[in-house]
């Protein structure tokens, strides 16, 4: 009796397995397929080729490339910084901080884009002193722009990462060790504080990589020729590129999220060492 | 207060070491607040305000009577609906797939497999997605040629991957990942102990799971679902690229306001943005509220 319970328990997770597999793998393997039939009768490579030898793909990948780098310093640069603090100094302020890193999650990236053509269009100004000049006026400063905008997506993960890996390690007594030996705040965080946290600084990093490299709502409304509206104009005019670039970013992304959990899971082990 | 005596030693010899303490406390926040201040509240302020303003700067409240008047009405439904049956469909799939590979004795690498998987799906969102939709059940894709091929013409039939329907296909895609990757750690909270009990106890286990399992796991899978809600409501890019702007949605009637005034009224603009913004600060509040009783109940 209990053992035909459990043989039809196991029934129904093989089927609901497979339907999810399916539903999981047809997309990936149809558009593969696809990719391959640029040529007629044949199988070829002849999409990714195209697609890559486009001088406007490896300017708008290279320039998506720069954006991710650039905002994964600012990112580390901003939230390490916080994060030691409040887990230190000022804990009382942790909910503020924390509820601050879940914002992006309520004000979605079209708002955002919305909010920043509307404020940065014009001088920022505080009682007509003006704070900021017009950032949206320049390439150059739409850039910084488009990287404070990738940089407020990456918040949540980011900020999530680095308070789960500030955990992991007794930052009061490593601070205090090296403040005892003589170490100002500055080789605390940079020489202390910062390499014992390469695990979640990398799996916040590749994340953030992810999320920026193909995004396309905040690029095309500031008009930056990244790569995300590069691929959604290809898709206006051709059939086979575009299919073959979905597979290239689906690439991108498993590599990215599998590195995170290698990366992750050595973090576990030599935690569960360490204790 | 006392962590800042370390640092409060080397500064002393200051004339004002109250202020510079003060200062050396909070100083490693202040760029935060301040990219905060600047990058997330006053562009969201700026937008908000200007939702209470009309053409020469009064305050009205005329605009949010606009929110309820057509295009924008029919935008809100039309996003609730879908945001709704993402929810719905990739919630229920996904506890059901989280159920069987955590409870479903199915060997080890399945379940890695999945769970990386999902970490990809759930992130793989955007242009790409759409384009790896069109390129399979688009009018030249890969299954509607294959169907094609044996007679059956998917479009003919009623299917279309520019529509209402399609938008929910491609949009469970990552909904039903996020779903299961929450809820894997909920159904692992769940203790043996707890089925042993109540067998000790007489239940059957439909009745372990209707009167124990399940009143645990609600408020878990509702605030997961109500995760996914926003997570569909705020999605502009894959719902951009694959139909073009013929979905009436609120992001899409956002990113055409955006590109031209073509709502005729910037500050109903602005109140479609705050409109958003409220549907979406819900569904956190709801998440985080109902996501910290599940953290209570299963500790």
Redesign the interface.
């Known amino acids: 009796m209990k053992s035909a319970?459990?043989r039809r328990?196991?029934w129904?997770?093989?089927i609901?397995?497979v339907?999810?597999a399916i539903?999981?793998l047809?997309?990936?393997v149809?558009?593969f397929?696809?990719?391959l039939t640029a040529l007629r009768d044949q199988y070829s490579f002849a999409a990714y080729e195209r697609a890559f030898a486009d001088p406007r793909f490896v300017q708008s990948f290279g320039y998506s490339m720069l954006l991710a780098l650039a905002t994964i310093v600012c990112s580390i640069?901003?939230?390490v910084?916080?994060a030691?603090?409040?887990h230190?100094?000022?804990p009382q302020?942790r909910p503020l901080?924390e509820g601050?890193t879940?914002?992006?999650?309520?004000?979605?990236?079209?708002?955002?884009?919305?909010?920043?053509?509307?404020?940065y269009s014009r001088p920022?100004e505080i009682m007509n002193i003006p704070l900021?000049p017009p950032l949206l006026s320049t390439i150059e400063s739409t850039n910084i722009?488009l990287i404070?905008?990738y940089?407020?997506l990456s918040l949540p993960y980011m900020y999530r990462a680095v308070d789960n890996g500030l955990r992991a390690i007794d930052v009061r007594r490593l601070t205090?060790a090296a403040?005892s030996l003589g170490a100002g705040?500055g080789t605390i965080l940079f020489r202390i504080i910062l390499p014992n946290l390469r695990t979640a600084l990398l799996s916040g990093a590749l994340?953030t990589f992810?999320?920026v490299v193909?995004?396309?709502?905040l690029a095309t409304?500031l008009g930056i020729p990244a790569f995300?509206p590069y691929?959604?104009q290809l898709?206006q005019h051709k059939?086979y590129e575009?299919?073959a670039?979905?597979?290239v970013?689906?690439l991108l992304?498993?590599v990215a999220?599998?590195l995170?959990?290698i990366v992750t899971r050595g973090n576990a082990g030599s935690a569960a060492g360490s204790h | 207060m006392a962590q800042t005596a370390t640092f409060g030693n080397r500064t002393s010899a200051l004339t004002m070491p109250r202020l510079r303490n003060l200062f050396i406390t909070w100083m490693g926040v202040i760029p935060f607040f301040v990219f905060s201040i600047l990058f997330l509240f006053l562009p969201s302020y700026s937008l908000l305000v200007d939702a209470f303003k009309d053409a020469q700067g009064n305050w009205t409240l005329a605009n949010l009577g606009g929110l309820f008047e057509d295009p924008i009405r029919s935008g809100f439904i039309l996003s609730i609906q879908i945001s709704a049956f993402t929810a719905l469909l990739g919630g229920v799939f996904g506890f059901l797939l989280a159920y069987a590979l955590v409870l479903g004795k199915l060997p080890k690498w399945i379940r890695s497999t999945f769970v990386t998987f999902s970490g990809v799906a759930s992130n793989f969102a955007g242009v790409p997605l759409a384009f790896a939709f069109i390129a399979v059940l688009g009018r030249t894709g890969a299954i509607t040629s294959m169907f094609k091929s044996v007679g059956i013409d998917l479009y003919d039939a009623g299917f279309n991957l520019y529509s209402f329907w399609g938008l929910i296909l491609v949009y469970l895609f990552f909904q039903f990942p996020l779903m299961l990757l929450i809820m894997i750690p909920s159904l692992e909270g769940l203790r043996p102990e707890w089925q042993e009990a109540a067998e000790n106890l007489g239940a059957s286990s439909p009745q372990y799971w209707r009167y124990v399992a399940f009143p645990i796991l609600l408020p878990s899978l509702l605030g997961t679902m109500i995760l996914l809600f926003g997570n569909a409501f705020g999605a502009y890019a894959t719902a951009f690229a694959l139909t073009g702007g013929r979905l009436n949605l609120v992001t899409i009637q956002i990113g055409a306001q955006i590109r031209g005034d073509v709502l005729h009224n910037p500050n109903l603009g602005f109140a479609m943005a705050l409109g958003m913004v409220i549907v979406m600060l819900v569904c956190i509040v709801g998440y985080t509220l109902l996501q910290r009783q599940t953290e209570k109940w299963l500790q």
Do not use: N
């Open positions: 319970k459990l328990v196991s129904l997770s093989w609901v397995i339907v999810g539903y999981f047809a997309p990936l149809g558009t397929e696809y990719s640069l901003l939230i910084p916080t030691y603090w409040v230190l100094y000022v302020i901080v601050i879940l914002l992006p999650f309520v004000v979605p990236a079209i708002v955002l884009v919305f909010g920043f053509i509307k404020i920022l900021v722009v404070a905008g940089t407020v205090e403040q705040w994340l992810a999320i193909g995004e396309l709502t409304f995300g691929l959604q898709g059939a575009p299919a670039l979905a597979i970013s689906f992304t498993w999220l599998v995170i959990s």
